[in-house]
Structure formats: structure tokens, C-alpha cells
């Protein structure tokens, strides 16, 4: 199996992860029961799940009035964004899409 489809796969998983994790917080929120850490929140954001944690955020209105949430998310996906960006172009490190 290529390295780039795992990834990719990976990739969407965890933002799937992070963008239902959000709704069912939400969900638990308004039942007022058990409800999920907001460290695992941002551990699936920072695993690679921001980009759907944070359209989670906004599309269920969830942890919007939370200061660390607003901004840490955003500063999440910007590092990884980064990341990325540097792996791909400014690594002494080698990678081939195709």
C-alpha cells in the first residue's frame, strides 16, 4: 500500500474523529451527562484532527465561548500547517507524491 493513501486515510479519520467528537460532546453537553475531556478534544485536534475539530466547533457551536478552544485550535492547525509545509518543501529530507 502506498505511503501518501495511509496518510491521506489517516488524515481523514482523525478529522472525521475530531469533527464527531465535537457533535457528540455537544450532544452530551445538553443532556447534562458524562461528557468527553476537553484534553481529548485537543488531543485528537493535535494528532492530526484540527481541521475537523475546528469545523465541528463552529458547526455545532460547541467550546466557542472558550478562550483556550478560539484560540488554541486555529494555533493548532497553523503548526501543523507549518509542519507540513517544511516537510514537503524546506526538509533535507526527501519525499515523491507520485
Known amino acids: 500500500m502506498d505511503v501518501i493513501f495511509i ?18 460532546d455537544k450532544g452530551r453537553a445538553r443532556r447534562k ?17 484540527s481541521i475537523g475539530s475546528l469545523l465541528g466547533m463552529y458547526g455545532f457551536r460547541h467550546k466557542t465561548r472558550h478562550w483556550y478552544f478560539v484560540w488554541g485550535m486555529p494555533a493548532i492547525l497553523i503548526l501543523q500547517t507549518a509542519l507540513i509545509l517544511y516537510l514537503l518543501f524546506a526538509s533535507p529530507l526527501s519525499f515523491t507524491i507520485l
Open 33 to 49: 451527562v458524562w461528557r468527553i475531556p476537553e484534553s481529548t478534544l485537543f488531543l485528537i485536534a493535535l494528532i492530526g484532527g
Open 7 to 24: 496518510l491521506v486515510l489517516y488524515g481523514i479519520i482523525v478529522n472525521v474523529a475530531g469533527f464527531a467528537a465535537m457533535g457528540i
